[in-house]
């Protein structure tokens, strides 16, 4: 159960009943990790109180110009209330008397000497009330946010260029700056009427809790570049917590659960419950991701599309003056949409809904291809080409309402793809991340070839998800054939995850069958397996399974009844065992239905070729380190050292086991619909 939710610059922090603290949104400092303790968060830092009463700090330890001030090194000594500022912490000891550290360029962590009942670190000035009700202000006074006025207070809060306290009587006063930063009014420093139970600040707006339970929040609603972003912008509902964020606000509901809103550029908002979501007890199966634009952790990135609800993609379609698409839209589109829309709500259970709108006309640029490929600058060449795809759309195109955007080249000249999070800056607004299709140009003209598969993949990098094959192929050395083996290429998932091995020439496993118009039928082996059902854990990250089907494993030995991933039903879809704070160890079970059928591809001829997706059903186990970067191996198949080699094909039948990072994992049981596997800890 959350007891409080905090806010930091660009983060937001739950502490849990039992004393865990569980962080989303920015972690480049480190500032969202879990801890424990009552908590508190600075910009790019946050801080607790143990049990014991000691604190402990963790994030940044610098100020903005990388110079150490020590923000993050508390004093040794008890403590009974710690507050978090821009680069400076203050603490109230267990005698009442104040204490700060980090950055004092304005004396803002030189504490009056007496004694308080509460501190609250600002940006560069602190305000605490003392024990006879007064409020006391030191540090920076350059907008009159040290100035506190007289009376008797309960709480006071600090925030950039303004102070507001609650006072005896319930009603919020303020004090200093009423602009923002770029000298226009904002109002955070003007409290409404009425009685109050909390208040707090950050730069320029301002929230409270009043006393029947409802949320107002006052002060800038924008981002620092004047655009909308809704931290002042409260829920309806009643609520126990508020705090505010530099753009951002959060509530803990009298329901218990967590709703924020705001800036969500880092994930500190990320969508109500989603604490709540993360206290279960599969918290220790769920790694903070590495600091990146996409991640194999949790949470997803703050700029992700959402993947529950309706995806809204606005579709463009452009070509080039050396590269003329000799097709309609209409063909083009044919080629990759439906697949995309198809495959992205099977993945989802029916949880994700997208809808495709296109601008049915080619978009010709205003130069030939070469002219935005030149070498060295193909990724500003881009954003170049899409920035011109948006200025011819705009006027009979409307870009309102959309949450992605797709470019498509002609398919007769390009293949290839990939994604850009930026996305489209347009007449009505932002419209992102946008995936590139058919990016790369080919050697020689062909007939418009299908695509549905890449924008797939480029649509889930907008969900977050990282590539999971390396960007350095010298990693991923090939296989040579031996004697009377060939190399077989394994994939599983839409995002690359890959492994080759050497298998029997004529392996019936991988026999291709070709039925003929006659009803004559040949036989041919494919080099190539593509298991394309996406991955368990992906679809965990993306909120596609629930917690009740997730089996996180913390005991020495564990058997676990899995149901296929493309068809789980209500069982068990995935177990996952924690091997350390980023590192998991999962096991999902493969079936031929879904993505995963063998495919009847057709021929204009009447030729028809039966191609397996997998050599066997059974039980895949693969390793996910949520700490490596996309592109840099997040996660690997089981026997997978790095190099992309297995030693045979990577799924376990009935009576089969394997040993991977310490555990042995079996296949006990097989009826058809589920496996049965046992994990046990050690060698067999």
Same mark, same amino acid.
């Given at each position: ?7 930091g610059?660009?983060?937001s922090?739950a502490?849990l ?7 989303r ?20 830092h946050?801080c ?7 604190v402990n700090c963790?994030?940044s330890n610098?100020?903005?110009q ?10 040794t000594?008890t403590?009974?209330?710690?507050? =978090? ?5 203050c603490?109230i ?18 504490a009056?000497?007496g004694g308080?009942?509460a501190v609250?670190?600002?940006?560069s ?17 350059a907008?009159?946010?040290?100035s ?8 006071v ?10 006072r005896?009587?319930?009603?919020v006063?303020c004090?200093?700056?009423?602009n923002?930063f770029?000298?226009?009014? !904002? ?12 208040v707090?600040t ?5 929230c409270?809790?009043?006393?029947d339970?409802?949320?107002d ?10 655009d909308f972003?809704g931290?002042?912008?409260? #829920?309806?509902g ?5 705090? !505010? ?17 705001g ?6 908002t ?16 769920? #790694?903070?991701?590495?600091a ?7 949470p997803? #990135?703050?700029?992700?599309v959402p993947?529950?609800?309706t995806m809204?993609? =606005?579709?463009l379609?452009v070509?080039?003056p ?5 097709h ?5 589109? =044919? ?17 994700l809904d997208?809808?495709f709108?296109a601008?049915?006309?080619?978009l010709?640029a205003?130069?030939n ?5 030149? #070498?060295?600058a ?19 195109f ?10 498509v080249?002609?398919?007769?000249h ?18 992102g991340?946008?995936s590139?299709v ?7 003209p ?10 797939a993949?480029e649509?889930m990098?907008?969900?977050?998800l ?10 991923h050395?090939p296989?040579?054939p031996?004697?009377s ?25 991988h ?7 006659n009803?004559?039928?040949s036989?041919?082996?494919?080099e190539?397996?593509?298991a394309a ?6 679809r965990w990250?993306?909120g596609w ?10 005991t ?6 899995l ?5 789980p ?7 996952v065992?924690p ?5 998991m160890?999962?096991i999902?079970s493969r ?5 995963? !059928?063998?495919?009847q591809?057709r ?9 397996p997706?997998?050599?066997?059903e059974?039980?895949l ?11 840099e191996?997040?996660?690997?198949l !089981?026997?997978?050292s ?9 799924i376990?039948t ?6 991977v ?11 058809g ?7 046990t800890?050690g060698?067999?």
């Amino acid at each position: 159960m959350i007891t409080t939710v905090v806010t930091g610059g660009y983060h937001s922090c739950a502490l849990l009943s039992y004393g865990a603290i569980l962080c989303r949104g920015d972690n480049y400092y480190g500032q969202s990790v879990r801890a424990e303790g009552p908590i508190t968060a600075g910009t790019f830092h946050t801080c607790g109180i143990r049990t014991d009463g000691t604190v402990n700090c963790w994030g940044s330890n610098n100020d903005s110009q990388d110079e150490y001030v020590g923000q993050a090194d508390a004093p040794t000594g008890t403590f009974t209330a710690v507050s =978090a500022g821009n680069e400076h912490t203050c603490g109230i000891r267990t005698d009442g008397t104040v204490e700060c550290w980090g950055n004092n360029q304005h004396d803002q962590a030189t504490a009056p000497a007496g004694g308080f009942t509460a501190v609250d670190a600002g940006s560069s000035h602190t305000c605490g009330v003392r024990t006879d009700g007064t409020v006391n202000c030191w540090g920076n006074n350059a907008l009159g946010q040290s100035s506190a006025p007289e009376g008797g207070f309960t709480a006071v809060t600090a925030a950039w260029g303004h102070s507001c306290g609650l006072r005896t009587d319930g009603t919020v006063d303020c004090w200093g700056s009423n602009n923002d930063f770029s000298g226009n009014f !904002a109002g955070q420093a003007t409290a409404p009427a009425g009685t109050f139970s909390t208040v707090r600040t950050n730069d320029t707006h301002t929230c409270g809790l009043r006393t029947d339970g409802t949320v107002d929040c006052w002060g800038s609603n924008d981002d620092f570049m004047g655009d909308f972003a809704g931290q002042a912008t409260a #829920p309806a509902g009643t609520f126990s917590t508020v705090d !505010a964020g530099a753009l951002h606000s959060c509530g803990l509901r009298t329901d218990g659960t967590v709703d924020c809103w705001g800036f969500n550029d880092h994930g500190q908002t990320n969508g109500p419950g989603r604490f709540s979501t993360i206290e279960l007890g599969s918290s220790v199966c769920r #790694p903070y991701g590495a600091a990146s634009y996409h991640t194999a952790g949790f949470p997803l #990135p703050g700029w992700a599309v959402p993947s529950i609800g309706t995806m809204r993609v =606005a579709v463009l379609f452009v070509d080039f003056p050396d590269a003329v698409a000799t097709h309609s839209t209409e063909v083009e589109a =044919a080629l990759g949409l439906p697949y995309a829309e198809a495959y992205l709500e099977a993945a989802s259970y029916g949880r994700l809904d997208v809808e495709f709108v296109a601008l049915h006309r080619w978009l010709r640029a205003e130069n030939n291809y070469d002219h935005y490929a030149s #070498p060295g600058a193909l990724d500003s060449a881009r954003v170049v080409v899409d920035s011109e795809a948006v200025r011819l759309a705009d006027p009979s195109f409307d870009f309102t309402g959309f949450d992605a955007a797709m470019t498509v080249l002609p398919s007769s000249h390009f293949g290839g793809g990939e994604n850009d999070f930026a996305g489209l800056r347009t007449d009505e607004g932002p419209v992102g991340p946008v995936s590139r299709v058919n990016t790369f140009a080919i050697d020689e003209p062909r007939g418009p070839l299908t695509w549905g598969h890449v924008a797939a993949h480029e649509l889930m990098h907008g969900l977050g998800l990282t590539d999971h094959y390396p960007y350095d192929d010298s990693l991923h050395q090939p296989l040579e054939p031996s004697g009377s083996e060939t190399v077989v290429r394994s994939k599983f998932g839409l995002m690359g995850l890959t492994a080759v091995f050497r298998a029997r020439a004529q392996d019936r496993r991988h026999r291709i069958d070709w039925t003929y118009p006659n009803g004559s039928i040949s036989t041919s082996y494919t080099e190539l397996l593509d298991a394309a059902e996406m991955l368990a854990w992906s679809r965990w990250q993306l909120g596609w399974l629930d917690e009740s089907q997730v089996r996180c494993i913390d005991t020495p030995a564990a058997r676990v009844r899995l149901g296929p991933v493309a068809d789980p039903g209500a069982g068990v879809a995935m177990a996952v065992v924690p091997l350390s704070e980023t590192e998991m160890l999962v096991i999902e079970s493969r079936r031929r239905i879904g993505y995963d !059928a063998v495919e009847q591809e057709r021929f204009p001829n009447g030729v028809v070729a039966s191609v397996p997706k997998l050599a066997v059903e059974g039980v895949l186990i693969y390793t996910v380190d949520a700490s490596r970067l996309t592109g840099e191996l997040p996660i690997k198949l !089981a026997g997978d050292s790095g190099n992309g080699q297995v030693d045979s094909y990577p799924i376990l039948t009935r009576g089969e086991r394997a040993f991977v990072a310490g555990y042995t994992i079996g296949v006990v049981a097989a009826d058809g619909n589920t496996h049965v596997v046992q994990i046990t800890k050690g060698r067999p």
